[in-house]
């Protein structure tokens, strides 16, 4: 699918490129030691699942975004990047069998709007696409560029998730729970709602040191850790949190089939979390194979992301493709 | 005859292709729902996204096929994903709460592109379930549906997903003269090909086109009851009625049928399961005489034994002897008209030459056995099909060059020797073809049904006399409007030639040992497979214009079948001579009394009341009992019978067992 903008900017003379930058990793989680506060347990521990019932929702709504990019031109060194953000929210009822019912998605230009030529910017702004605009210091640099580029392109997959989950929280009947491909806690409406739930699959972020650190890293399957509040998270909301094991991590990593839930902070939270983690245990089957996150990723959010890929504009998908220099035909 | 389409139906499906499995002009690949009214043999239109236009360059293409093989799979990588997912419990697999994700993809195969030209890889466009109208498209039907003489013949409803629409045969191509012939193949014990070939026979009786003329067919029924209770009205649900509706053929049964049996040996009693009191006045006795016979003897000698010797001296039996006066060079003159003058002929030939000292072992330049090996097989096909063959006395036989149009006529030859079936079926298609090459049997086109046609058509053993013949209509019959419909169980076993010739094709339940024959790798497994259990009822027909095989559905006949038959009209015990007699004579006069009958034919010789009898029957008098009574005299002297113990043992000129 051809896009105009991309062809007047070119026709304004920006350099064609092709440029496919690697996948993205999801929503990442702040990456730094923050520190939790105790809310189930005066210390973190491991609490067994075994014999606990299940939370069974009769109806399961999962949300999840992809971003697709690429370089599409060059203005001197300064890059433009074509990007495709889109979410979804898949229902999922009595049959098992998820139905989309919501959905949107977004097409940016990622560049320096000031570095460009007068007539490629004039085509660009004339464009009609939404034009994101990368720092003035990492603009001049192409090895800091396309970093910051990609930090806007997940900026805006994130602003969508959260625009699409917000708009659907209304619809959401009693007794039907969102689950959310990430953290909660960056919106007010997600994080206050009874039935929001975010499964976070990246660690980066460090809530514990020393012993209680352990007991969450080397949590054993079918196991659950003490509910508790993550401390010190800026302009995120306040949360409550626990670590679920999925599948044994002995033998593979100590991250393996470790997730990391967020609901809202109110003791039902509290009282829930052993039904609500028996719950997702359900859900390790079907595996989310082949995706190689397979043991940390459900598999009705694997399906919302196939079904978001398998509707993305083909240009922006990456293929296995040659980049040798391209012939006259 | 079609409703042609209102609106355009929701799309059930859509095109794709990979690099893998491209759409071609001949294939392509579509997705349906998981819920979907298709199946195998479902006939799908494929309609190209254009806009709304169209053009030259073929844009606004539009695709019929017929689905040949379907697959279903999920986004499982391997088997060993749900084993891991449900922790090594099949039962938990089930209960995983979320259903992975599946596909239903189909592979279909061109029926018909419109345009035709350029013929282009099918689009990737929107797949629809056929409608009527988008059937007789596909099928190519709209080419002899309309027009100011449409040909169409219903052959059954295409049925998928509720529909039901009427599939046509072309007259032309069916009965010819453009192809012609029908073959049919399936396992025993269904009833589908019986009951396919009388449906057809009912359909083309209705549709037959007026401007070709008058039909008539002519059945073989060579095993049980099968085809004695044409003339019977069966039972039909409602389905079947419906569905007579939707063919527009009227569901009754034959209203002219003749039926024709030999005689038991006695020469009496009728060698037919027909027999029941209420039935029995519509059966013909189908008795042939030495001339009947002589014309055919190729058929009695074909087996191992056929030389110009023997060739030769038949056809002067034939030329020179028959029907005339004939002096023996022995002092004796005949007048050879039954088999009873051709033993005498033969007797005075071997006295004569063993009289003369046994210095000569010729007569007329043919070697003595040579004329020894010619009687023989004479007098064993007179032995072997009692009844069919009469010793002496009038034949009877099938009303040449007074067929009826739409008229039925079954030759029941069930319970005959294999050898006198050969005898008859030869007899009966060749005089078919004779008078149909005359332009003078009454009607126009004869469809001649034969059963078990393995066995008078296989693919190996010698080539008889028989199989000759049936190659030659096969070959040339459609130019005379003589047409075969043939069924048989292992169409791999049939001779090529005689199955190829046959323009329009049609399978039932097929064995699976057949489906694994080199005739049926044109099939997909999924067709293959639906062809393995395909219920009664529903065929797989292919005809020219059909570029696939197409699955029919047709309502059962609504003729009384052989079995509900016998039930209904068990046969008659075979009567006393003196009975059987007088059944006969009342059935060409009510008046005649029995009493007086019997009373009559009490002290006489049964060969000659069996020739008075045969003589009343051909002549059918107005006063049946008179005529018989004149016929038999007063005592009608018995013919001295030549002494068979006089006669050398034959000298062995074949193999041959009998």
Same mark, same amino acid.
């Given at each position: 699918m051809a896009r105009s903008w991309v062809e007047?900017v070119l026709?304004?003379?920006a350099v064609p490129a092709s440029a496919v930058p690697e996948a993205s990793l999801g929503?990442?989680?702040?990456?730094?030691?923050?520190?939790?506060?105790?809310?189930?347990?005066?210390?973190?521990?491991?609490?067994?699942?075994?014999?606990?019932?299940?939370?069974?929702?009769?109806?399961?709504?999962?949300?999840d975004g992809i971003e697709l990019w690429r370089v599409v031109g060059y203005?001197?060194?300064?890059p433009i990047v074509c990007a495709h953000v889109a979410a979804a929210?898949?229902?999922?009822?009595?049959?098992?069998?998820?139905?989309?019912?919501?959905e949107?998605a977004e097409e940016l230009a990622i560049?320096?709007?000031?570095?460009?030529?007068?007539?490629?910017?004039?085509?660009?702004? /004339?464009?009609?696409v /939404?034009?994101?605009?990368?720092?003035?210091?990492?603009?001049?640099?192409p090895?800091?560029?396309l970093p910051?580029a990609r930090?806007e392109v997940e900026?805006a997959r994130?602003?969508?998730?959260?625009?699409?989950?917000?708009? /659907?929280?209304?619809?959401?009947?009693?007794?039907?729970?969102?689950?959310?491909?990430?953290?909660?806690?960056?919106? &007010? &409406?997600?994080?206050?709602?009874?039935?929001?739930?975010?499964?976070?699959?990246?660690?980066?972020?460090?809530?514990?040191?020393?012993?209680?650190?352990?007991?969450?890293?080397?949590?054993?399957?079918?196991?659950?850790?003490?509910?508790?509040?993550?401390?010190?998270?800026?302009?995120?909301?306040?949360?409550?949190?626990?670590?679920?094991?999925?599948?044994?991590?002995?033998?593979?990593?100590?991250?393996?089939?470790?997730? /990391?839930?967020? &609901?809202?902070?109110?003791?039902?939270?509290?009282?829930?979390?052993?039904?609500?983690?028996?719950?997702?245990?359900?859900?390790?089957?079907?595996?989310a194979t082949p995706d190689r996150r397979w043991?940390?990723l459900?598999?009705?959010i694997h399906d919302v992301e196939t079904y978001l890929r398998a509707r993305a504009p083909r240009d922006v998908v990456p293929y296995p493709a040659s980049r040798l220099p391209r012939t006259g035909s | 005859? $079609?409703?042609?389409?209102?609106?355009?139906?929701?799309?059930?499906?859509r095109v794709v292709a990979t690099e893998q499995k491209p759409a071609? !002009?001949?294939?392509f690949h579509f997705w349906?729902?998981?819920?979907?009214?298709?199946?195998?043999?479902?006939?799908?239109?494929?309609?190209?996204d254009?806009?709304?236009?169209?053009?030259?360059?073929?844009?606004?293409?539009?695709?019929?096929?017929?689905?040949?093989?379907?697959?279903?799979y999920?986004d499982?990588v391997?088997?060993?994903?749900?084993?891991?997912?449900?922790?090594?419990?099949?039962?938990?697999?089930?209960?995983?709460?979320?259903?992975?994700q599946?596909i239903?993809l189909?592979?279909?195969?061109?029926?018909?592109?419109?345009?035709?030209?350029?013929?282009?890889p099918?689009p990737l466009?929107?797949?629809?379930?056929?409608?009527?109208?988008?059937?007789?498209?596909?099928?190519?039907?709209?080419?002899?549906?309309?027009?100011?003489?449409?040909?169409?013949?219903?052959?059954?409803?295409?049925?998928?997903?509720?529909?039901?629409?009427?599939?046509?045969?072309?007259?032309?191509?069916?009965?010819?003269?453009?192809?012609?012939?029908?073959?049919?193949?399936?396992?025993?014990?269904?009833?589908?090909?019986?009951?396919?070939?009388?449906?057809?026979?009912?359909?083309?009786?209705?549709?037959?086109?007026?401007?070709?003329?008058?039909?008539?067919?002519?059945?073989?029924?060579?095993?049980?009851?099968?085809?004695?209770?044409?003339?019977?009205?069966?039972?039909?649900?409602?389905?079947?009625?419906?569905?007579?509706?939707?063919?527009?053929?009227?569901?009754?049964?034959?209203?002219?049928?003749?039926?024709?049996?030999?005689?038991?040996?006695?020469?009496?009693?009728?060698?037919?399961?027909?027999? *029941?009191?209420?039935?029995?006045?519509?059966?013909?006795?189908?008795?042939?005489?030495?001339?009947?016979?002589?014309?055919?003897?190729?058929?009695?000698?074909?087996?191992?034994?056929?030389?110009?010797?023997?060739?030769?001296?038949?056809?002067?039996?034939?030329?020179?002897?028959?029907?005339?006066?004939?002096?023996?060079?022995?002092?004796?003159? *005949?007048?050879?008209?039954?088999?009873?003058?051709?033993?005498?002929?033969?007797?005075?030939?071997?006295?004569?030459?063993?009289?003369?000292?046994?210095?000569?072992?010729?007569?007329?330049?043919?070697?003595?056995?040579?004329?020894?090996?010619?009687?023989?097989?004479?007098?064993?096909?007179?032995?072997?099909?009692?009844?069919?063959?009469?010793?002496?006395?009038?034949?009877?036989?099938?009303?040449?060059?007074?067929?009826?149009?739409?008229?039925?006529?079954?030759?029941?030859?069930?319970?005959?020797?294999?050898?006198?079936?050969?005898?008859?079926?030869?007899?009966?298609?060749?005089? @078919?073809?004779?008078?149909?090459?005359?332009?003078?049997?009454?009607?126009?086109?004869?469809?001649?049904?034969?059963?078990?046609?393995?066995?008078?058509?296989?693919?190996?053993?010698?080539?008889?006399?028989?199989?000759?013949?049936?190659?030659?209509?096969?070959?040339?019959?459609?130019?005379?409007?003589?047409?075969?419909?043939?069924?048989?169980?292992?169409?791999?076993?049939? *001779?090529?030639?005689?199955?190829?010739?046959?323009?329009?094709?049609?399978?039932?339940?097929?064995?699976?040992?057949?489906?694994?024959?080199?005739?049926?790798?044109?099939?997909?497994?999924?067709?293959?497979?639906?062809?393995?259990?395909?219920?009664?009822?529903?065929?797989?027909?292919?005809?020219?214009?059909?570029?696939?095989?197409?699955?029919?559905?047709?309502?059962?006949?609504?003729?009384?079948?052989?079995?509900?038959?016998?039930?209904?009209?068990?046969?008659?015990?075979?009567?006393?001579?003196?009975?059987?007699?007088?059944?006969?004579?009342?059935?060409?006069?009510?008046?005649?009394?029995?009493?007086?009958?019997?009373?009559? $034919?009490?002290?006489?010789?049964?060969?000659?009341?069996?020739?008075? @009898?045969?003589?009343?029957?051909?002549?059918?008098?107005?006063?049946?009992?008179? *005529?018989?009574?004149?016929?038999?005299?007063?005592?009608?002297?018995?013919?001295?019978? !030549?002494?068979?113990?006089?006669?050398?043992?034959?000298?062995? $000129?074949?193999?041959?067992?009998?």
């Amino acid at each position: 699918m051809a896009r105009s903008w991309v062809e007047a900017v070119l026709a304004a003379g920006a350099v064609p490129a092709s440029a496919v930058p690697e996948a993205s990793l999801g929503r990442a989680d702040i990456e730094t030691f923050t520190g939790a506060d105790p809310i189930e347990d005066p210390e973190l521990r491991a609490h067994s699942l075994a014999g606990v019932q299940a939370l069974a929702p009769g109806a399961v709504e999962f949300l999840d975004g992809i971003e697709l990019w690429r370089v599409v031109g060059y203005a001197g060194v300064t890059p433009i990047v074509c990007a495709h953000v889109a979410a979804a929210i898949r229902r999922r009822g009595p049959d098992r069998r998820p139905r989309t019912v919501a959905e949107d998605a977004e097409e940016l230009a990622i560049t320096r709007l000031e570095l460009l030529p007068d007539a490629v910017r004039g085509a660009l702004e /004339r464009g009609g696409v /939404r034009v994101v605009e990368i720092p003035a210091e990492d603009a001049g640099q192409p090895a800091r560029a396309l970093p910051a580029a990609r930090v806007e392109v997940e900026k805006a997959r994130a602003a969508l998730e959260r625009r699409v989950a917000e708009r /659907r929280l209304e619809a959401l009947a009693p007794g039907e729970w969102l689950v959310i491909d990430g953290v909660i806690s960056d919106s &007010a &409406a997600l994080s206050a709602h009874p039935r929001a739930l975010g499964v976070v699959k990246s660690h980066g972020a460090q809530y514990f040191e020393g012993a209680e650190l352990e007991r969450a890293l080397t949590l054993p399957a079918d196991h659950r850790t003490s509910v508790f509040r993550p401390r010190s998270r800026g302009a995120r909301r306040e949360i409550h949190s626990w670590y679920l094991r999925l599948w044994p991590w002995e033998g593979n990593d100590l991250l393996y089939g470790l997730i /990391r839930l967020e &609901a809202r902070a109110h003791p039902d939270t509290v009282a829930t979390a052993s039904a609500l983690s028996a719950w997702l245990l359900r859900e390790r089957a079907p595996l989310a194979t082949p995706d190689r996150r397979w043991d940390r990723l459900l598999y009705p959010i694997h399906d919302v992301e196939t079904y978001l890929r398998a509707r993305a504009p083909r240009d922006v998908v990456p293929y296995p493709a040659s980049r040798l220099p391209r012939t006259g035909s | 005859m $079609i409703e042609r389409r209102d609106s355009a139906p929701p799309p059930i499906g859509r095109v794709v292709a990979t690099e893998q499995k491209p759409a071609t !002009p001949h294939q392509f690949h579509f997705w349906t729902a998981k819920e979907t009214s298709i199946g195998i043999g479902a006939i799908v239109t494929v309609e190209e996204d254009t806009g709304g236009g169209s053009d030259e360059q073929g844009l606004g293409r539009v695709v019929y096929g017929v689905v040949t093989d379907g697959f279903a799979y999920s986004d499982l990588v391997t088997p060993l994903h749900d084993v891991v997912g449900a922790e090594g419990d099949p039962a938990r697999a089930a209960e995983s709460p979320t259903a992975r994700q599946e596909i239903r993809l189909w592979t279909a195969a061109v029926l018909r592109q419109r345009p035709e030209e350029p013929l282009q890889p099918v689009p990737l466009g929107r797949v629809h379930v056929a409608t009527d109208a988008d059937v007789a498209q596909a099928l190519r039907m709209d080419a002899y549906l309309g027009g100011a003489e449409p040909r169409g013949i219903p052959v059954g409803l295409y049925t998928s997903g509720g529909l039901e629409a009427p599939v046509y045969l072309d007259a032309d191509f069916l009965l010819g003269p453009e192809a012609a012939h029908l073959n049919i193949s399936g396992v025993s014990g269904l009833a589908t090909k019986t009951s396919a070939v009388e449906f057809l026979l009912a359909s083309v009786f209705e549709h037959f086109p007026s401007h070709k003329g008058r039909i008539a067919a002519v059945c073989f029924n060579v095993k049980g009851p099968d085809l004695c209770f044409l003339d019977q009205a069966g039972t039909l649900d409602e389905q079947d009625l419906r569905r007579y509706d939707r063919l527009g053929v009227e569901p009754k049964a034959f209203e002219r049928v003749r039926y024709y049996a030999p005689f038991k040996s006695d020469g009496v009693n009728l060698n037919t399961l027909r027999t *029941h009191p209420d039935l029995v006045r519509a059966v013909e006795p189908l008795v042939w005489g030495l001339r009947e016979v002589l014309d055919y003897a190729e058929v009695l000698l074909n087996r191992d034994d056929i030389d110009a010797k023997a060739d030769a001296f038949i056809d002067f039996l034939s030329d020179r002897v028959v029907g005339r006066e004939f002096d023996d060079g022995f002092g004796g003159t *005949h007048r050879v008209v039954t088999f009873a003058d051709l033993e005498r002929l033969f007797r005075a030939i071997f006295d004569g030459l063993e009289g003369g000292g046994g210095r000569s072992d010729t007569w007329r330049t043919h070697h003595i056995a040579t004329i020894r090996k010619v009687r023989n097989r004479l007098s064993n096909i007179s032995t072997r099909a009692k009844g069919l063959v009469t010793d002496d006395g009038p034949s009877s036989d099938l009303p040449w060059g007074g067929f009826e149009d739409r008229a039925v006529y079954v030759v029941d030859v069930a319970n005959v020797d294999p050898l006198g079936q050969d005898l008859v079926f030869a007899r009966v298609v060749s005089k @078919l073809r004779e008078y149909l090459e005359r332009r003078d049997l009454g009607v126009d086109a004869v469809v001649v049904f034969v059963d078990e046609l393995n066995k008078y058509a296989p693919a190996d053993g010698p080539d008889t006399y028989v199989k000759k013949m049936l190659l030659d209509i096969s070959e040339r019959g459609r130019y005379l409007g003589l047409v075969l419909f043939g069924a048989e169980q292992f169409r791999s076993q049939m *001779h090529r030639r005689v199955v190829g010739n046959a323009g329009t094709i049609v399978f039932g339940r097929m064995d699976s040992d057949e489906l694994a024959t080199p005739g049926y790798q044109v099939l997909s497994p999924a067709t293959k497979i639906k062809l393995a259990t395909l219920p009664i009822g529903e065929l797989m027909v292919r005809h020219p214009h059909f570029t696939q095989p197409i699955f029919v559905r047709f309502p059962r006949p609504a003729v009384l079948r052989g079995r509900d038959g016998v039930d209904r009209f068990p046969p008659a015990a075979d009567l006393p001579f003196e009975d059987a007699v007088v059944r006969q004579l009342v059935k060409l006069d009510v008046r005649v009394r029995p009493n007086l009958v019997k009373d009559l $034919i009490a002290d006489r010789r049964e060969e000659d009341v069996r020739r008075a @009898l045969a003589l009343t029957r051909q002549a059918r008098p107005h006063d049946a009992f008179a *005529h018989f009574k004149k016929l038999l005299g007063a005592r009608v002297s018995a013919a001295p019978m !030549p002494v068979r113990e006089s006669v050398p043992p034959l000298n062995p $000129i074949s193999d041959e067992p009998y």
